[in-house]
């Protein structure tokens, strides 16, 4: 069994500790460990000439094009991430300290460039920022004491740092994965995802390196790889088969097919529950009072008007054929105040001042967010409303937004949807959109659906 870290020295004898740059071929070894800051700060260091780092081979590696004397920067991260994908199609198991996701541009050639470009995902993900969330805890709590990694949770002690968890409410999140860790909070930190025929096991990351707790964890790893791998156990020999047990081969026929029966309705509950999911999250705009928690159902509502997230680390932007909205969400238990105005407003000016262009904004507001919603008086401030008129950006309320995401999920045609859109982009001021639905909106669909009003 071979092991190979990248960016992460561990200390022992079967575990090879090299770079991005000077690693062996990738798809050679059983397990790969990896630090994904580390890498990218090693590749933007490279590609700004600090330092020098060699291949394998001993080539310097530059921020250009392959030559006899030199390694281009672009083409062996390509390398590096084919091999990555090839280690998974043979089995391997990739084991990643968890970091938010970010990015450096500036390798010449390569675009993408970011802190997982390198690993592939299952089916339908993406390691982007709706998946990976930036967080940091010292606490874990484990979800799955019989999952082969549950001892390296442990070997980290107070050492434990986490810089990430995972969205469990993304798309297709509860299907492709297994959580064996979660915070103190119950977000997923301990994650395996089954990616081509290997796995892409998620740890939390430590407070520092090396010492006692490093040496603690590099045995811990190599053991939860020996266990998760199997290797421990002869495979059993062939001859065995022969031996036959009146009534076995019958046995394990029922076994396999009521196996295949259960993986199917477990897949079909997993579809079904993510479904479910989605359309809730369309209902939570009405109630949500967290940022964390409203903002996904806000931006899942304007995902069915027809906009799209602007994926990157910075405040939530949203954008379509119409034009690109900055967005703000507010919401509380009384009417919102000036709050929400005062963020968007610094935003405003920073992008007027940075590329001279005239934005728009957005601010989704979720006043009195535990009344029923036809029974919210005031969900706003008039202030700001009045402050909205004057900067120039648009109001909505979560109750309006809900009502054309449902429309949207119904009756609505693509004219209407594009209504919507330029209505929030181009209004100053208190947004209407319930003129624009269909007539039909405001019913209750023959599954459940209802209007803002309420059920």
């Known amino acids: 069994m071979r092991l190979l870290s990248i960016g992460y020295p561990m200390p022992h004898p079967l575990i090879d500790n090299h770079t991005i740059f000077n690693a062996p071929t990738l798809f050679d070894y059983d397990a790969i460990i990896v630090d994904p800051s580390s890498m990218l700060s090693a590749i933007a260091d490279a590609a700004e000439a600090r330092g020098e780092h060699l291949t394998h081979s001993d080539l310097p590696v530059v921020d250009g094009e392959t030559t006899a004397g030199s390694a281009g920067l672009a083409e062996l991260l390509r390398r590096r991430r084919d091999e990555f994908a090839r280690a998974l199609d043979r089995g391997a198991i990739v084991i990643v300290f968890t970091h938010p996701q970010a990015s450096y541009p500036g390798v010449s050639r390569f675009t993408g460039c970011d802190r997982y ?170 109630w949500r009072g967290g940022e964390h928690s409203q903002l996904p159902a806000v931006q899942h509502c304007l995902e069915l008007l027809g906009f799209s997230r602007w994926i990157d680390d910075g405040p939530a932007r949203m954008t379509s054929i119409e034009g690109e909205l900055h967005l703000e969400i507010a919401a509380s238990r009384e009417s919102v105040d000036m709050a929400p105005h005062y963020r968007l407003r610094a935003r405003l000016d920073e992008v007027i001042e940075r590329d001279r262009t005239a934005p728009r904004g957005l601010v989704v507001v979720n006043g009195e967010r535990l009344k029923e919603p036809s029974l919210r008086q005031t969900p706003y401030d008039d202030a700001l409303r009045v402050a909205a008129e004057a900067t120039r950006y648009a109001i909505v309320t979560a109750d309006e937004l809900f009502s054309a995401a449902v429309s949207a999920l119904g009756a609505a045609d693509e004219a209407a949807l594009a209504a919507m859109r330029t209505r929030l982009i181009e209004t100053d001021g208190v947004a209407t959109l319930r003129d624009l639905l269909p007539a039909a909106a405001g019913e209750t669909s023959d599954e459940g659906m209802v209007s803002g009003s309420g059920e």
Do not use: C
Request: proline letters at 5%.
């Open 117 to 286: 470009f390198w690993l592939p995902a299952p089916a339908g993900m993406g390691w982007d920022s709706s998946l990976l969330r930036g967080g940091e805890g010292t606490t874990a709590v484990i979800a799955n004491h019989a999952h082969a990694f549950t001892p390296v949770i442990d070997s980290l002690g107070p050492d434990l740092l986490y810089r990430a968890y995972f969205d469990d409410r993304a798309h297709g999140f509860a299907a492709a994965s297994q959580v064996f860790a979660r915070s103190a909070g119950g977000a997923p930190i301990g994650v395996e995802f089954a990616v081509g025929s290997g796995v892409v096991v998620f740890l939390p990351a430590r407070k520092g390196s090396g010492g006692k707790v490093g040496s603690m964890l590099a045995q811990a790893i190599v053991e939860a790889v020996q266990t998760r791998m199997g290797t421990d156990d002869a495979e059993t020999p062939g001859w065995v088969a022969k031996h036959l047990v009146p009534g076995l081969a019958k046995r394990e026929a029922e076994t396999i097919a009521a196996s295949d029966r259960l993986a199917a309705a477990t897949a079909e509950v997993a579809e079904k529950e993510g479904t479910a999911d989605e359309l809730r999250r369309v209902r939570d705009v009405l």
